[in-house]
T-cell receptor, first 113, second 113 residues
């Protein structure tokens, strides 16, 4: 049982480059989310999805796109990387009923130079 | 505007003693609260949750207390063990937004021998 799998674990991008952070879960969870963690800021919600074909913006969505074509996958796209997007990114999934203790992936550490 | 606040960035406790981690929130619509534990280079792990219809929830060594009138919750760990050394995040959501968790900034707990 893999849970939530994120790839890659580490990535260095140049300013202006684009890339996709991959996230897959094998628990048939309806809810999936992307968070970023920055020092002193906790985890902030970027985008989330309540099911395949349904996505919405979180607290800090600018510069990121998402899609949810299947229940299992929820990729996060950086359109034109900026140094302000240097962060650790976490994908999470959950059942839609309480107690919904989200299961997190192990994270992607992204550096934009 | 930080809706979920953890005002203590760090806490040091001796092994065997009680650890008390605190969390305050400002949005009175929050009705479900969660605690997560995070080790370095790993994703957060769900610990325990509480609904606003309760004021206490226990799971082994972990107990969460909720004081709705004060908009305050706390996590008690008894007895504390060295393996509890980690960053602890509280998070909140409200009915209809279960897919969106709002996190605090975290408290780093160190359990010393």
């Amino acid at each position: 049982n893999a849970g939530v799998t994120q790839t890659p674990k580490f990535q260095v991008l140049k300013t202006g480059q684009s890339m996709t952070l991959q996230c897959a879960q094998d628990m048939n969870h309806e809810y999936m989310s992307w968070y970023r963690q920055d020092p002193g800021m906790g985890l902030r919600l970027i985008h989330y999805s309540v099911g395949a074909g349904i996505t919405d913006q979180g607290e800090v969505p600018n510069g990121y796109n998402v899609s949810r074509s299947t229940t299992e996958d929820f990729p996060l796209r950086l359109l034109s990387a900026a140094p302000s997007q240097t962060s650790v990114y976490f994908c999470a999934s959950s059942r839609p009923v309480r107690p919904y203790g989200y299961t997190f992936g192990s994270g992607t550490r992204l550096t934009v130079v | 505007d930080q809706q979920v606040k953890q005002n203590s960035p760090s806490l040091s406790v001796q092994e065997g003693r009680i650890s008390i981690l605190n969390c305050d929130y400002t949005n009175s619509m929050f009705d479900y609260f969660l605690w997560y534990k995070k080790y370095p280079a790993e994703g957060p792990t769900f610990l325990i949750s509480i609904s606003s219809i309760k004021d206490k929830n226990e799971d082994g060594r972990f107990t969460v207390f909720l004081n709705k009138s004060a908009k305050h919750l706390s996590l008690h760990i008894v007895p504390s063990q060295p393996g509890d050394s980690a960053v602890y995040f509280c998070a909140a959501s409200f009915t209809g937004t279960a897919s969106k968790l709002t996190f605090g900034t975290g408290t780093r707990l160190q359990v010393t021998l």
